[in-house]
């Protein structure tokens, strides 16, 4: 998967990235083979303008693989707890997704079968 990294008001250093890399590194098991097509667009930030308490800093991440978009913000104290509340946002919407097809998968199966019964009863 490529990823592409932006930084507003912060200094996007080596650890920065390191730590970014590592807890995105298991979007692959949600991903399967689409997920080495895939792009993800991060932004890590520091915002004060809605807050009048110190900095807060913002991750925001857009996902594009297999036709498909899925988004992640979250607004933490932390540039890291932001990071990991974005990741869990993330994780939350893509097994949403993965459960939702396979259930359309698993109730298309019981119709066809519905369907084969009423002729061979």
């Known amino acids: 998967m490529k990823m ?5 008001n912060v200094e996007l250093t080596e650890d920065v990235r390191a730590y970014l890399d590592k807890r995105l590194a298991g979007l692959k098991k949600f991903l399967g ?3 080495e097509s895939g792009i993800a667009y991060v932004e890590l ?5 809605h807050h009048h308490t110190g900095n807060i800093f913002r991750a925001e991440l857009t996902l594009e693989s297999g ?3 899925f ?6 104290e932390d540039l890291r707890s932001a990071v990991d ?3 869990d946002e993330l994780f939350r919407e893509l097994s949403s997704h993965k459960k939702k097809n396979i259930s359309l998968l698993r109730r298309s199966g019981q119709r066809v079968k519905d369907f084969i019964r009423r002729f061979y009863r």
């Open 33 to 35: 083979e689409a997920g």
């Open 67 to 69: 036709g498909k978009s």
């Open 45 to 49: 930030g520091r915002t004060t303008q």
């Open 4 to 8: 592409n990294i932006k930084g507003t």
């Open 71 to 76: 988004r992640a913000v979250c607004e933490r």
């Open 85 to 87: 509340g974005m990741r």
